[in-house]
């Protein structure tokens, strides 16, 4: 009778315990510090996207965008949000990603990485 | 648009509306097959009429409800997902429709909603359509509906995994599943002591005997499939007592884990107590089992519905609002303002 109870109770749980897309890794990092500009900005989520809704940006610290785009799903990998980066100087720059997944859901949030200067 | 509690509200009052209907027609269809079979549960001819105007009925309410929920709920998550208001939505409409994951499943449902409108129509002008609803037409349906069950495992959250994956069929069985016992209970419910109040003394007793001893493997074989899917799930997915209890979220799933032990549980009286009680009364004896079932499958009843809409809002509310990148293969500070809608 435990043995269906817990049953129950993690049956029921079936088809709720992920409901919207998160990040699962970046490149870079959250938080990181770089050395050289990156050529690309990627983040992998833990659930396919809708390429149609789902977008990323950088921006450098005066919130000008800097990445040269589209910037978008991989067309190879439904997980991946990337977008291509020219050389830009050192400075704080905040990574912006909005995305649906494919359960039609919204998720958005921002993250730092640091390009570090050469002296 | 700003997208907030209103439209979550209205996605899961969605989400319930299209489940229902479809809960309501596979759980019929599943009594047909199973408890009703070809001998109309061996009811006479005043009784295998009501079953008919039954399915009739059922297939006229279900299936008028049906597309209009995929109407409205369509514009709906093409709102959510442009952030349009329905007024702005025009543009969108086809290339959401065309490009989009929950496009081309909706066009599935409407291929699917058309095809359950014809054999269920066929089946109306049969002049006896009971023997040939078990054979050929039941088998249509039922194999229709669930390929219309599995569009909505398509549209969930399993399928963020892929169309494909063990999640989809596992979230697939499990609506199955809820579907054949929670849709089932409605007929046992309604259609069951209305035939009884057909029958003579002794024979509305074995019409019940009959009944509920045909349903209850079904609703013990659904309540397995329940079982076994969700401890896959649960595998799958790292589900833990703490995610249950410290959100929103997780009292809602507690209220509706509580409530369907609930339901388990009066089906069990159905099952253990009234039907031995059945058995072993005088066969004109209805009052002692008869009363105790229809007081327990009403309460069954009632119980699965408040289930079933605790289930669509939980379908629309996201676990938690703020979520680290944990699995990262690096440790670095969790992403800022990163959240859910």
Redesign the interface.
């Known amino acids: 009778m435990w043995g269906?109870?817990v049953?129950?109770?993690?049956?029921?749980?079936?088809?709720?315990?992920?409901?919207?897309?998160?990040?699962?890794?970046?490149e870079p990092?959250?938080?990181?510090e770089v050395t050289s500009a990156p050529s690309t900005v990627r983040i992998w989520f833990?659930?396919?996207l809708?390429?149609?809704?789902s977008t990323i940006h950088v921006m450098d610290h005066q919130g000008r965008r800097v990445d040269t785009g589209p910037g978008g799903v991989d067309p190879d990998d439904p997980t991946l949000l990337t977008t291509a980066m020219p050389p830009v100087p050192p400075g704080v720059y905040t990574v912006a990603w909005d995305v649906?997944?494919?359960?039609?859901?919204?998720?958005?949030?921002?993250?730092?990485f640091t390009i570090l200067g050469g002296s | 648009m700003e997208l907030s509690f209103s439209h979550l509200l209205t996605g899961s009052l969605l989400r319930a509306l299209a489940l229902i209907p479809l809960i309501v027609m596979m759980g019929w269809l599943g009594f047909l097959a199973v408890v009703v079979r070809s001998d109309g549960l061996g009811v006479p001819g005043e009784g295998r009429r009501l079953v008919k105007r039954w399915d009739r009925w059922l297939a006229i309410g279900t299936l008028s409800v049906i597309p209009v929920v995929l109407v409205v709920g369509f514009a709906h998550q093409s709102m959510m997902m442009s952030r349009r208001s329905l007024g702005e939505l025009g543009p969108f409409l086809w290339p959401i429709l065309t490009q989009t994951h929950l496009g081309r499943v909706a066009i599935g449902q409407a291929l699917l909603w058309m095809g359950l409108v014809w054999v269920w129509s066929r089946g109306r002008m049969e002049a006896d359509p009971l023997p040939d609803t078990i054979d050929r037409r039941l088998g249509l349906l039922l194999g229709l509906g669930a390929l219309f069950c599995l569009t909505q495992s398509l549209t969930g959250h399993a399928a963020d995994r892929g169309d494909w994956s063990v999640d989809v069929l596992a979230d697939w069985f499990h609506l199955l599943a809820v579907s054949f016992w929670a849709g089932g209970v409605v007929p046992l419910a309604l259609l069951v002591p209305a035939l009884m109040r057909r029958c003579g003394p002794v024979e509305a007793k074995a019409v019940l005997i009959r009944a509920l001893e045909r349903f209850s493997p079904l609703a013990m074989t659904c309540v397995a499939v329940l079982v076994s899917a969700g401890l896959f799930n649960a595998f799958r997915r790292g589900v833990t007592l703490p995610t249950l209890v410290d959100s929103t979220y997780g009292g809602m799933l507690a209220l509706k884990i509580a409530l369907t032990v609930v339901a388990v549980g009066l089906g069990g009286v159905s099952r253990f107590v009234v039907l031995p009680r059945l058995r072993r009364n005088a066969p004109t004896d209805q009052t002692s089992g008869t009363s105790l079932f229809r007081r327990a499958i009403s309460a069954e009843a009632g119980v699965t519905a408040i289930v079933i809409l605790l289930a669509a809002i939980l379908t629309q509310t996201p676990p938690s609002g703020t979520v680290s990148m944990t699995t990262a293969p690096m440790h670095h500070p969790p992403m800022e303002h990163q959240q859910a809608r």
């Not at chain 1, 649906?100 to 993250?111: I, L, P, Q, R």
């Open positions: 269906l109870g049953g129950l109770w993690l049956g029921l749980t079936s088809g709720h315990a992920w409901a919207h897309a998160f990040p699962d890794h970046s990092h959250v938080g990181a833990d659930g396919r809708e390429p149609l809704f649906v997944s494919v359960d039609g859901h919204h998720t958005e949030g921002k993250f730092n």
